[in-house]
């Protein structure tokens, strides 16, 4: 009797059967596992609001429904995080990490010994929303109007040279001729907005997302005042407060600087991404890629969301955060170099 009839039966099953199985070995890797969720921040702040909101929902839209759990990870504006991301973490698919808008870093300073990581090559699983930078200012701070920011000296909180509460007044202080102290060196915004209370400083850059989550009664009774929004357009429920640009422009400045102020501000597309290290296996990725997709259109995640004061409506997928990315690092050279100058 022949024996390649057996075979080819053989061979059949094990083919019909790959596909599931493929699909059966992600379900019982997660099953079996927990994946942690990394925070470039501290307690209380934007960064974990965001991260243990994701950490909550995101598993029951895994296979095999993991434990997920939140750490905070702070240091050096995000630096600390996005190395150790990098270059320590679990390659398998258990370590997550919102590391804050460190994308550009190493554009800036590519031979910086503490810039030990490529943007390009991290494993982006998507985008938790879109972000609107403001500078706010306790209400007995010295500015009363964007104009005052070119002949008053404004005292800002910074959490690290990574960080975009520093790289914004480095950047207007040189290219707009702004007048901001900065101090450096807090851990996170709760740290920072400690400081702004107890008049260790005026002010400093912050999200309107993070603003409302954290700081939201502070605004409503008037101690805390947006000067301006950081942002390439206006948002929807600040329509009278002006942009960065508008600002750029009232002052007579070119293309080149608006071009700059673009670059700049272009984390702000990603707003709140969600990474992986380099080298997760693809099924995984897709895996994890297909869940976060499902739990931001999730009603449950949404209210949650907004009953956190977060604004969950502008997710964005992994393939865009990694479009994004890549753009980012086809910026002409002269305009990084003009940003870059300015950060030093």
């Known amino acids: 009797m022949s024996t ?4 080819a039966l053989a061979l059949a099953a094990a083919l019909a ?18 994946v942690v969720v990394l925070i470039a921040g501290t307690p209380g702040g934007g960064f974990d609001s965001y991260s243990r909101l994701m950490a909550q929902h995101l598993p029951q839209f895994l296979p095999g429904k993991p434990n997920m759990i939140a750490q905070n990870m702070g240091g050096a504006g995000g630096l600390t995080l996005a190395n150790y991301l990098y270059n320590v973490a679990k390659r398998d698919g258990t370590v997550l990490a919102y590391t804050g808008p460190i994308e550009m870093q190493p554009l800036f300073n590519p031979d910086a010994p503490n810039t030990k990581f490529d943007p390009r090559r ?3 699983i998507g985008s938790l929303a879109a972000s609107q930078s403001l500078l706010i200012e306790w209400s007995t701070g010295p500015i009363k109007s964007p104009e005052d920011l070119f002949t008053k000296q404004m005292i800002v909180a910074g959490t690290g040279a990574a960080s975009d509460t520093d790289y914004y007044p480095k950047f207007m ?9 900065l101090i450096t060196g807090y851990v996170g915004s709760r740290e920072t907005l400690k400081a702004i209370e107890q008049g260790e400083a005026n002010g400093r850059f912050m999200s309107y997302d993070s603003v409302k989550a954290t700081s939201k009664a502070l605004l409503d009774e008037g101690k805390l005042k947006i000067i301006f929004q950081n942002a390439l357009a206006r948002h929807p429920e600040l329509p009278n407060i002006p942009t960065i640009v508008d600002i750029a422009k009232a002052r007579g400045k070119g293309d080149d600087v608006i071009a700059a102020l673009k670059f700049l501000l272009a984390p702000d597309e ?12 693809a099924d995984r990725v897709k895996a994890l890629r297909a869940a976060f997709s499902k739990m931001t259109k999730d009603p449950e995640y949404l209210a949650d969301a907004r009953k956190r004061h977060l604004e969950p409506d502008q997710p964005l997928d992994g393939e ?6 890549d753009e980012i690092y086809k ?3 002269p305009i ?3 940003v870059a100058k300015a950060m030093k």
Request: cysteine-free.
């Open 173 to 181: 202080n040189s290219v707009l001729g702004t007048k901001f102290k």
């Open 17 to 34: 059967l790959a596909a599931p199985a493929s699909a059966q070995t992600v379900e019982s890797f997660y099953r079996n596992n927990t």
């Open 336 to 338: 990084i170099d003009m």
């Open 4 to 7: 390649s009839k057996p075979i």
């Open 122 to 124: 991290f494993t982006w």
């Open 331 to 333: 910026t002409p050279k």
């Open 320 to 325: 865009g955060v990694e479009k994004t990315v």
């Open 270 to 281: 990603m707003g709140r991404p969600i990474a992986g290290p380099p080298g997760v296996p």
